[in-house]
């Protein structure tokens, strides 16, 4: 299984940025972390197997929205009003086997495979 994340750079602050992620043949929940210099790596937003659930940190609700294209293998973020505190290595993940359609998990101990991370630097 190879998750391959890209579309992370340089931007200014207000600035938009969409992040992509291929995962050719994982039918599961899927999710988007992130990892700020000299901080642990944190939850950013969760969906579902077939799109219907979605979940956010608190920090990018109203901005990020998170999406995917199950016949692209491709899951999505797309980051709105970005700030200099969005700055981070940004990771996709997959989570775990789990037969409900509706699981959307947020804690990292429930992902089994990880991306590479794509960078993502806002400017003030």
């Known amino acids: 299984v190879q998750l391959q994340a890209s579309g992370g750079g340089l931007v200014q602050a207000g600035d938009s940025l969409t992040l992509s992620c291929t995962a050719f043949?994982?039918?599961?929940?899927m999710g988007w972390f992130r990892q700020a210099p000299g901080k642990e790596r944190e939850f950013v937003a969760v969906?579902?197997?077939?799109?219907?659930?979605?979940s956010y940190t608190d920090s990018v609700k109203g901005r990020f929205t998170i999406s995917r294209d199950n016949a692209k293998a491709t899951l999505y973020l797309q980051m709105n009003t970005l700030k200099p505190e969005d700055t981070a290595v940004y990771y996709c993940?997959?989570?775990?086997?789990?037969?409900?359609?509706?699981?959307?998990?947020?804690?990292?101990?429930?992902?089994?495979?990880w991306g590479q991370g794509t960078l993502v630097t806002v400017s003030s």
């Open positions: 993940a997959a989570a775990s086997a789990n037969p409900r359609s509706f699981w959307a998990p947020v804690e990292m101990a429930s992902y089994a495979y």
């Open positions: 969906i579902s197997r077939r799109g219907s659930v979605t």
């Open positions: 043949g994982l039918d599961r929940a």
